[in-house]
């Protein structure tokens, strides 16, 4: 494995635990078929010397790169920075480094993007890939050992959140309150954790039909919520639930613009809890997702590829509801004509038909 760069190399290591250079270097790559009794000796006087062995010869002699590739759709988006620093972390613990490639959201370079990339690297970890499943599934055939984040793919290891059920529980949260008549504010279409989203407002619509919840095509950004702001303004809605806490946030900067009070008018959700959520005025509401967590669990995975091992099952985190200011019950106005000891109301959005 040859010496390290500093002073004491891998002879003096064998000659202070009694064993031969080629032993050190097997302890010291990990590799398998050394007594456990030696193989602590090893690590004891490697330690007690300040022994570290050399990069460039232990990839090498392993054959590796010891770096790993992470592919995002958006780098800017808090949810797959969260992601990539749970991979980091976890990696970094194991003694590999991270790449990270940015594909801009372009489902249509991705696949180029994330072949080129592997060249460069032992192994790939794809956060939330764009490209359509039969592209998807062909492109990680090829890509081996790689782990893939909020996608399924038959045969590759995978962790990912429940945005299915995370979605059923923001929307029962709202109509807990009393709102009737909701806004999806919706990702982009080929975002698979969009889709499920998306299932879960069926299955939210099977459930609640007394509650109606209007789909408006947004997006991923604080742009896309404030472009859909209108949108929302006009439907009549009282309560909007955002693909992500970005757009919920747009959406919240709109209405503000707009002189309409969040939640007295209209309740407004995110999704994602990403660290500006807890900060927005008012603070939001939302689904929180484990990102670093799922990264952490990536890494895992890979971990095991490279081991020799089974990597364990496929594995799906819940995300949870985080009540915040941002929602609230729907304002009632009693009616002129009701009396004042009727004591009704009727339903609405701060006094909007």
Same mark, same amino acid.
Not at 289 to 309: K, Q
Not at 327 to 334: C, H, K, Q, Y
């Given at each position: 494995?040859?010496?390290?760069?500093?002073?004491?190399?891998?002879?003096?290591?064998?000659?202070?635990?009694?064993?031969?250079?080629?032993?050190?270097?097997?302890?010291?790559?990990?590799?398998?078929?050394?007594?456990?009794?030696?193989?602590?000796?090893?690590?004891?006087?490697?330690?007690?010397?300040?022994?570290?062995?050399?990069?460039?010869?232990?990839?090498?002699?392993?054959?590796?790169?010891?770096?790993?590739?992470?592919?995002?759709?958006?780098?800017?988006?808090?949810?797959?920075?969260?992601?990539?620093?749970?991979?980091?972390?976890?990696?970094?613990?194991?003694?590999?480094?991270?790449?990270?490639?940015?594909?801009?959201?372009?489902?249509?370079?991705?696949?180029?993007?994330?072949?080129?990339?592997?060249?460069?690297?032992?192994?790939?970890?794809?956060?939330?890939?764009?490209?359509?499943?039969?592209?998807?599934?062909?492109?990680?055939?090829?890509?081996?050992?790689?782990?893939?984040?909020?996608?399924?793919?038959?045969?590759?290891?995978?962790?990912?959140?429940?945005?299915?059920?995370?979605?059923?529980?923001?929307?029962?949260?709202?109509?807990?309150?009393?709102?009737?008549?909701?806004?999806?504010?919706?990702?982009?279409?080929?975002?698979?954790?969009?889709?499920?989203?998306?299932?879960?407002?069926?299955?939210? !619509?099977?459930?609640? #039909?007394?509650?109606? +919840?209007?789909?408006?095509? *947004? &997006? %991923?950004?604080? @742009?896309? =919520? $404030?472009?859909?702001?209108?949108?929302?303004?006009?439907?009549?809605?009282?309560?909007?639930?955002?693909?992500?806490?970005?757009?919920?946030?747009?959406?919240?900067?709109?209405?503000?613009?707009?002189?309409?009070?969040?939640?007295?008018?209209?309740?407004?959700?995110?999704?994602?809890?990403?660290?500006?959520?807890?900060?927005?005025?008012?603070?939001?509401?939302?689904?929180?997702?484990?990102?670093?967590?799922?990264?952490?669990?990536?890494?895992?995975?890979?971990?095991?590829?490279?081991?020799?091992?089974?990597?364990?099952?496929?594995?799906?985190?819940?995300?949870?509801?985080?009540?915040? !200011?941002?929602?609230? #019950?729907?304002?009632? +106005?009693?009616?002129?004509? *009701? &009396? %004042?000891?009727? @004591?009704? =109301? $009727?339903?609405?959005?701060?006094?909007?038909?």
């Amino acid at each position: 494995m040859g010496r390290t760069t500093g002073t004491t190399g891998i002879d003096d290591v064998a000659r202070a635990a009694g064993v031969s250079a080629s032993t050190v270097s097997r302890v010291m790559n990990g590799r398998a078929g050394v007594d456990a009794a030696l193989a602590e000796r090893v690590r004891t006087a490697a330690s007690s010397l300040g022994y570290r062995p050399n990069p460039l010869a232990r990839s090498l002699v392993l054959g590796r790169t010891q770096t790993i590739a992470v592919v995002v759709p958006d780098l800017a988006n808090p949810t797959f920075q969260g992601m990539l620093r749970g991979v980091t972390l976890a990696a970094a613990r194991d003694g590999y480094r991270v790449l990270v490639a940015d594909t801009s959201e372009d489902a249509a370079a991705e696949e180029a993007i994330v072949r080129e990339t592997r060249q460069r690297c032992d192994a790939v970890v794809l956060c939330s890939p764009r490209m359509a499943s039969d592209v998807l599934i062909a492109a990680v055939a090829a890509l081996d050992p790689v782990v893939v984040i909020n996608r399924e793919v038959p045969g590759i290891p995978g962790v990912s959140a429940d945005y299915r059920v995370g979605i059923v529980e923001l929307l029962e949260h709202l109509a807990t309150l009393g709102h009737r008549r909701l806004v999806y504010a919706a990702g982009s279409p080929s975002s698979a954790s969009d889709a499920a989203r998306r299932a879960g407002l069926a299955d939210f !619509a099977l459930a609640r #039909p007394d509650v109606e +919840v209007l789909t408006v095509e *947004a &997006g %991923a950004t604080f @742009g896309d =919520g $404030a472009a859909a702001a209108s949108v929302v303004v006009e439907s009549g809605a009282t309560g909007v639930v955002a693909f992500n806490d970005l757009v919920a946030m747009g959406v919240l900067a709109s209405l503000a613009a707009q002189g309409i009070a969040v939640p007295a008018e209209v309740s407004v959700v995110g999704f994602d809890d990403i660290p500006f959520a807890a900060f927005t005025t008012p603070a939001l509401t939302t689904a929180a997702v484990p990102v670093g967590e799922l990264g952490e669990l990536a890494w895992r995975r890979l971990a095991a590829r490279f081991a020799g091992e089974e990597p364990e099952g496929d594995v799906m985190l819940r995300p949870e509801l985080r009540v915040r !200011a941002s929602s609230g #019950p729907v304002r009632t +106005v009693i009616s002129p004509a *009701a &009396g %004042a000891g009727a @004591g009704a =109301g $009727a339903e609405t959005g701060a006094g909007r038909s």
